[in-house]
């Protein structure tokens, strides 16, 4: 609907709104005239009159509640209702003005009086309530107050005259109050109307952006999943060749960059789903009570691995507060931040070291702040560039970094889950010397104790290894899968659909299945269901899904779907043999322990 008939519309519905309530004061305006003329006007010809009167105000109160809705977009009909509008006009007009024509002039000065002021008070109030279609309003007031200046002035009296002279400087008040109000009441609506339409286009643009943000999301889903599922063979078979005993030297140096490429792509698509995640504002803390120093340690020790490798010394001094005390905190969020933070300076610094500090700021009774510090003597970042480096995808122009591998979006990402933990974070450094990045979380100190992580080694161990069902349509991953079990000490058996794994299911009883969630025909949700319906010996196995599906909707329809656990692909050895220990009651620990230590270095992804 265009604007033009809209305001159109507007106007329509303004005056329509009011009809019922004018056409009840006209009824009763007819009323009380007939009762001011009834000795004046003889009884048969007011009657008619009256009767005349009535049946337009009838006939205009029925039409104006049968008028269309105001919202309905029904444009013919607007039409015929702004024709309709002009006729109702002169039907209400035309008792009136005739009431002037036909006894103006014949009845006493009093009753004429009288009359002039009916005439007028309803030539007055009309075409006020009809302001709003100033073409009505006109014709209203123009054919009620027509005739009787006409009447008045051929009348010729003095006394007509005059009245005359005051109906028509009453006529031309009302057409310049009509037309004002009209005005206002089209500048009135076209602000409305501006409203709207900028509503309207804000509504739009919302969706639109939407639309983009839940087509980006699902880019991002299907790409993740597609360079994750080669990532797997990637990572998964080079620590697996790595892991064989008489590997000569070179070759096994050449498979580490192979495998630590692997990971290193493994973490930017990582970077680049958290960063979508936290984009689109769903970055969830789970905070748990936690103790710090565990976590910072098992940070360190991740990293000393390579920062030994580049003959740096990475060392942390924490303070002795941190043992004792546990604090809310989202453990998994804090590490990634300081892993960021300490991977950057080992990466970046190349020679020297590498020194992490913890410190401990209580602010109140319940509240303290916990300071992180990761000082290096590395190249140091120009004064000019540290306004820009917590910005996405910044990475320094100098040309020492580019040697480097990076996604650009690791500080981003820090800063923006130190941001949501009410923390700030920033850097001090200085060019050749090297830089102090830091950041300070502010923490509630934690009643409850931080569950214990239950220790793998004091479980019972399975002494014959575990029964245990790889589902997975693509060969490349089965194959991998079944042979890190093996050689872990369990029995793979391998299932290449859904409902071969439903089969497999029924007819043998495993201790652990492992589910992949994407395969053609049955996907690993409907199996699984399927697998719950058995009878218990069999339903209740515990399933693993072991996925490129790793977004947290995607991990939720897994536990859904009736599944025990979660592991994304690519997966570390150590963390699927961990995850299949706890699924599975820790029966593998000797398993575990079997295996060659060269597998279980792997870094875990971020
Ligand atoms: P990435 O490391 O993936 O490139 P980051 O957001 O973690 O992305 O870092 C952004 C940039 O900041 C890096 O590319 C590097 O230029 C600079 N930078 C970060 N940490 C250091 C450091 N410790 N020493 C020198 N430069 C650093």
Redesign the pocket.
Known sequence: MTTKLRLHRDQLSAVARVTPYAMAGYGVNVALATAAFWNTIPARDLLLWAFLSLTACGIVGVRSFHRPPATHDRNPDELRSARNALLFAVLLALPWSSLAMFWAGTVSGTSEAILTAFVVGMAASGSILLAPIPAAALTYAGTILGPLIVKLLVLGSRENVVLGALAISFLVFLIVLVMTNARMFMERLKVLERLRVSIEDAKAANEAAQRATSAKSEFFATMSHEIRTPLNSVIGYTSLVLARRGLNAEDARDLEIVRDAGRSLLNTVN?ILDFSAIEAGRLKLLLAPTLLRPMIESCLSLMQVEARAKGLALSAEIDSALDEVSVEADAQRVRQVLV??VG??V???SEGRVDVEAKWLRRSEDIVAIRFIVK?T????PQKSIPE?FNRF???DGSY?RR?T???????I?KSIVVAMDGEIGVQ?ELGVG?A?WFELPLIVSRALPAIERSVEARPASPGGLNILVVDDMEPNRRLTSTVLRRAGHRAVTAASGAEAISLAKSETFDVILMDMQMPGMNGLAATKEIRKLPPNQGQVPIIAMTANVLPNEIASCYAAGMTAHIGKPFEIDELLRTIEAASDGATASARARLPAAMMAGRKPL
């Open positions: 970077d960021n933070l950057n300076a990466k970046f610094t290096d590395g190249p140091g970042i480096l910044s990475q320094l970094e480097f990076g996604s650009g979006l690791g500080l981003a820090s450094s830089s990045f």
